[in-house]
């Protein structure tokens, strides 16, 4: 019997490489709070790891030759979602979008959910070690 890692570890590590860049994301939005027409940025996670996800689910596609088109993962779009604009319940007169309150509620959110995310993960390679192990 094979062992997989891609399937024994699940979503896991794609919900941490999108969580983290979600938290950078939002750390540079607080971060230029005060920067005239900074226009805060954000993307919907659950979209963005659906469709990482949902690559996972596509039959391979066999190439007879170098040149055929492939339908490989390419994890790399969790790094590089595809980012949206705030919209300001109350705008700045200075054309800046980012609202302090919201930013620091959906970055305590966002730590949250990757804190959690990471300990699942932690718990999955600890009961990987333990079927592997002798006892």
């Given at each position: 019997?094979?062992?997989?890692?891609d399937?024994?570890?699940?979503v896991?590590?794609?919900?941490?490489?999108?969580?983290?860049?979600r938290?950078e994301?939002?750390?540079?939005?607080?971060?230029?709070?005060?920067?005239?027409?900074?226009?805060?940025?954000?993307?919907?996670?659950?979209?963005?790891l659906?469709?990482?996800?949902?690559?996972?689910?596509?039959?391979?596609?066999t190439?007879?030759?170098?040149?055929h088109?492939?339908?490989?993962?390419?994890?790399?779009?969790?790094l590089?979602?595809?980012?949206?604009?705030?919209?300001?319940?109350?705008?700045?007169?200075d054309?800046?979008?980012?609202?302090?309150?919201?930013?620091?509620?959906?970055f305590?959110?966002?730590?949250?959910?990757?804190?959690?995310?990471?300990?699942?993960?932690?718990?999955?390679?600890?009961?990987?070690?333990?079927?592997l192990?002798?006892?």
């Amino acid at each position: 019997m094979s062992l997989s890692l891609d399937k024994a570890f699940g979503v896991l590590p794609s919900a941490v490489l999108i969580k983290a860049r979600r938290a950078e994301l939002l750390a540079s939005n607080l971060a230029n709070v005060d920067t005239p027409n900074y226009k805060a940025r954000d993307f919907h996670f659950t979209e963005v790891l659906a469709e990482v996800e949902g690559m996972t689910n596509r039959l391979k596609l066999t190439r007879t030759q170098p040149n055929h088109l492939t339908n490989e993962i390419d994890k790399s779009k969790a790094l590089k979602p595809e980012l949206l604009y705030r919209i300001p319940a109350q705008p700045s007169l200075d054309g800046n979008t980012v609202d302090p309150q919201l930013e620091r509620a959906a970055f305590a959110e966002n730590t949250v959910h990757y804190q959690s995310t990471l300990e699942f993960l932690d718990r999955r390679v600890a009961s990987l070690r333990k079927a592997l192990s002798k006892e």
